[in-house]
């Protein structure tokens, strides 16, 4: 049974600071990973997909990499702003079309 | 596309009573997809349809959640004798493409409060 863990599961950090969220999964074989943010009390809106035979998917500020051998994925997110203050998930696709989601790393960014 | 739509909103009701939501997908989307999410908790998938056909169900769901997507556009999800358990977000999502490209956009959700 696919296992996804995210750590940190809370981050406070400074506006302007680059940071590292992580997601790591137990079982190598998947078909994608997608990075999802979710604003309190609201659905979840994807950030970025990473499909299994890629290494990285960048959208502006935001950069996801994958790691398949390793079972891991990062979402750096570059000068960060109050703005991204979010839940960021992370979901594994092993082929079933159904995603196993992690708990979700909780991101303060304060001014 | 306005994306997915969930309807109500919130939902508060006592304990026993039936309640049903509905989720209207994107319309060009095949899959269709619940979950069921607590406080500080990912997604939990409950089901999922591709056109009409319920193709998964989540062996935690029980007899009392019934979901139908009659004509492959619309769902609703039905709990029946409701439980101060089932109080939580149900978020709806639908996608297409194959395994490899298939992004799922979700809805607002549902929050239900069983009191």
């Known amino acids: 049974k696919q296992e996804v863990t995210q750590i940190p599961a809370a981050l406070s950090v400074p506006e302007g600071e680059n940071l590292v969220l992580n997601c790591s999964f137990t079982d190598s074989a998947i078909y994608n990973l997608q990075w999802f943010r979710q604003d309190p009390g609201k659905g979840l809106t994807s950030l970025l997909l990473?499909?299994?035979?890629?290494r990285e998917q960048t959208s502006g500020r935001l950069n996801a990499s994958l790691d398949k051998s390793s079972g891991r994925s990062t979402l750096y997110i570059a000068a960060s702003q109050p703005g991204d203050s979010a839940t960021y998930l992370c979901?594994?696709?092993?082929?079933?079309?159904?995603?196993?989601f992690g708990r979700g790393t909780s991101l303060i960014v304060h001014p | 596309d306005t994306g997915v739509s969930q309807d109500p909103r919130h939902k508060i009701t006592k304990r026993g009573q039936n309640v049903t939501f509905r989720c209207d997908p994107i319309?060009?989307?095949?899959?269709l997809y619940w979950y069921r999410q607590t406080l500080g908790q990912g997604p939990e998938f409950l089901t999922y349809f591709q056109n009409e056909a319920q193709l998964e169900k989540s062996r935690l769901l029980s007899d009392r959640f019934s979901a139908e997507r009659p004509k492959g556009s619309f769902s609703t999800l039905e709990i029946q004798r409701t439980e101060q358990g089932d109080s939580a977000m149900y978020l709806c999502?639908?996608?297409?493409?194959?395994?490899?490209?298939?992004?799922?956009?979700f809805g607002p959700g549902t929050r239900l409060t069983v009191l």
């Open positions: 990473i499909q299994s035979s890629q």
């Open positions: 319309s060009e989307h095949n899959r």
């Open positions: 979901a594994v696709n092993g082929g079933s079309y159904i995603p196993t």
């Open positions: 999502a639908s996608s297409s493409g194959s395994a490899s490209t298939d992004t799922q956009y």
